[in-house]
Structure formats: structure tokens, C-alpha cells
């Protein structure tokens, strides 16, 4: 179950960020074996100035339409995976949303099954 957090700048237009969603999802289900329908995605859009992302950090050239997307999911994937993650959601993010690869930061964090609530006050994965 992962928890995909978009942040993209509200100059974007709406159909790209669902672009940027639905590539990031894409991504997760074919490289990361994420079931279908486990979609889970908070998209904050910033005015100018609510993004500070440096524009050439690495040496990766950013534009103004950078975007930063976080997935927070269960440990157990490999460091290859996470590559090829990467990978697909930043060609998934070309072809869906228009966005350069240069545009698109990835952040991973990962947990536990305790770590999980899917509401009724449960540990749904980790039950007591």
C-alpha cells in the first residue's frame, strides 16, 4: 500500500498533474508490484514561491514546472527496483504529463506493516 504525495507547482495544468498521478501510479504497479487498485494519492498544487526546488541540484537542469513526488510504502523492494521505479515514473511522467525526467523528483520512505491504519482504529497488517 503505498501513499503517493504530489507536490507540483499550480502553474501546471490540472491534466498534467493527473498525468504525473497516473504515470506514478502506472510505475508502481509495473515495477514496484503494486495491485491495481491500491491507489492511494495526496496532489498539493503551490502557488509561485511554495516550491523551493533548486534548479540544478546534481547537475539536473529544472525548469518551473519541477515537481516532487513522495511515496511512502512497506520495506522489501531492491535497490534495483527502486532504479527501475524511478525510471518508469519519470518516462511515464513524459508521456502522460508532458514533463521533462529533469522535472521529477522521487523521494522513497519506507515502513513496516504496523505502520498502517486503513481506518476503523485497526493495524489491518499487523493486527493485535
Do not use: C
Amino acid at each position: 500500500m503505498p501513499l503517493v504525495r504530489i507536490d507540483a507547482p499550480a502553474a501546471l495544468a490540472a491534466e498534467r498533474v493527473r498525468g504525473l498521478a497516473d504515470a506514478v501510479h502506472r510505475a508502481l504497479v509495473a515495477k514496484a508490484g503494486v495491485p491495481e487498485a491500491d491507489r492511494f494519492h495526496v496532489v498539493a498544487r503551490h502557488a509561485a514561491g511554495g516550491l523551493d526546488i533548486d534548479p540544478t541540484f546534481l547537475g539536473v537542469e529544472r525548469s518551473a514546472e519541477a515537481a516532487i513526488v513522495a511515496i511512502t510504502f512497506r520495506r522489501g523492494r531492491t535497490d534495483d527496483q527502486k532504479r527501475a521505479l524511478y525510471r518508469a515514473i519519470a518516462d511515464g511522467a513524459a508521456e502522460r504529463a508532458g514533463l521533462r525526467p529533469q522535472d521529477v523528483m522521487v523521494v522513497l520512505t519506507e515502513n513496516g506493516l504496523a505502520d498502517w491504519s486503513f481506518g476503523d482504529g485497526l493495524a489491518q497488517y499487523a493486527p493485535g
